[in-house]
Structure formats: structure tokens, C-alpha cells
């Protein structure tokens, strides 16, 4: 038997968080980590999964005021484990003693040595929502899913992203909320140009070619 599909069989012996594909993440492990609840496709080995809600009490009430937070599920034991979000596009972070700061809907997994916490961007009121991300610190491997193939911007000039596009910036940014003053929710291509993430200083931000999938309303 012959074909292509053979040759992406994944290779074994090496540990970690691993690109199967670009729409695939491999996770081979001897412990446990962090993923997103309902991201696991796969596995194979003695694994175990237990969900986690926000984690912790504090992050759980900041869930519950926000409506924000991460649906996480904590992996354990021993063998390879493969992840995806409806085929987005898949890219890890390796985190040096440094920080980031990830929107909530584009986390898919990250390595149990990194602090985490959910926190309020600052400058951004609840005029537009009140926006909540993850901010990762320490060091380790982040894996993030994006809805489309994103760009990475300098941000060395004030810089303004719709608040569903922006997928992560460097903490070291000022963020604050720019309103579009006429027509807002022409200029872009949802419901929610009204308001732009604002960025200051020196860093980065990587935007997503999306403001993610069209949530469709139930009839009545």
C-alpha cells in the first residue's frame, strides 16, 4: 500500500510540543500538561484527562464576573497526545523567562511550568465589553491556534487591532481602546470594529487573518 499520507506518520523520540502539521499539534510527554477542553483528536499511550474549569479560585471568580477564562482539561501519564481547534493554523511559543500575553480563544496548550493568569488589558473599560486574556510567564512552550494564517506586527508606532483579530502581544505594550467615530462596523469585516485594541511601545502583536468563526443565532 502507497500514498503521500504515509509520510507524515509521526516520528517517535521526541518529547514535547512538536508541529505534526500545521493544523496539528503533538504532544509527546512523560508527566502532564495544560490543553484546551475538547482539543484532543488523538492519542496514544496511558493518558488521562480531567477537566480543570479557569483554575484555581481566584481565576475561577474572574471567570464568572468576566465571562471570560480558559476551559481547561490537565493531561496526564505517558504517551503522545495530538491537538487541534477546527483546523486552524497551529504555532508554538517558547517562552524564556519572558512573557505574553494570549487571547483566551486562541490558547490550545502550554507546558505546566509556565505561570498563567487571567487579567483585564489595561485602558480597556467596560464600554467596550471588558476584554480579558492569559498572560503566560516564565518558561516553557505555549501553543496557540489561529483562525487563518496571522501576521506579526512591530509594533514601533501606535498600532490598532480589532479586538476579536488580535491573537498576542508582548506585555510590554500599553494597550488602551480606540473608538471608531463614524460608521464603525463598516471599516472591517464583523460586528465588532466599533472598537480597536490600541498598541503603544515596543513589542509585537500577531494578528489573525479573522476575527474567528461567525457564531450563527438560533431561531426561537
Not at 512573557?99 to 507546558?111: D, Q, R
Amino acid at each position: 500500500m502507497r500514498s503521500e499520507l504515509f509520510q507524515q506518520a509521526q516520528e517517535s523520540g521526541q518529547q514535547g510540543m512538536t508541529l505534526q502539521n500545521a493544523r496539528m499539534l503533538r504532544v509527546s510527554f512523560d508527566g502532564e500538561f495544560f490543553a484546551r477542553q475538547g482539543a484532543m483528536v488523538a492519542y496514544q499511550g496511558d493518558v488521562d484527562f480531567a477537566y480543570q474549569g479557569a483554575g484555581g479560585v481566584g481565576r475561577f471568580f474572574k471567570k464568572a464576573f468576566t465571562g471570560e477564562g480558559l476551559p481547561l482539561m490537565k493531561v496526564s501519564g505517558r504517551g503522545d497526545v495530538f491537538l487541534a481547534r477546527d483546523a486552524w493554523e497551529i504555532h508554538v511559543i517558547d517562552l524564556e523567562d519572558d512573557s505574553v500575553t494570549v487571547n483566551g480563544e486562541n490558547v490550545l496548550a502550554f507546558e505546566p511550568g509556565l505561570e498563567w493568569d487571567i487579567r483585564r488589558v489595561e485602558g480597556v473599560g467596560m464600554a467596550a465589553g471588558g476584554l480579558f486574556n492569559t498572560v503566560f510567564t516564565g518558561r516553557g512552550r505555549v501553543a496557540i491556534a489561529c483562525h487563518g494564517t496571522p501576521v506579526m506586527l512591530d509594533v514601533d508606532q501606535p498600532t490598532y487591532v480589532d479586538t476579536d483579530s488580535a491573537v498576542a502581544w508582548a506585555t510590554s505594550l500599553q494597550t488602551s481602546v480606540r473608538r471608531t467615530a463614524k460608521m464603525g462596523a463598516l471599516i472591517g469585516r464583523g460586528s465588532g470594529e466599533a472598537f480597536q485594541l490600541a498598541f503603544q511601545g515596543q513589542g509585537f502583536v500577531l494578528v489573525q487573518a479573522s476575527e474567528g468563526p461567525q457564531v450563527v443565532a438560533q431561531g426561537g
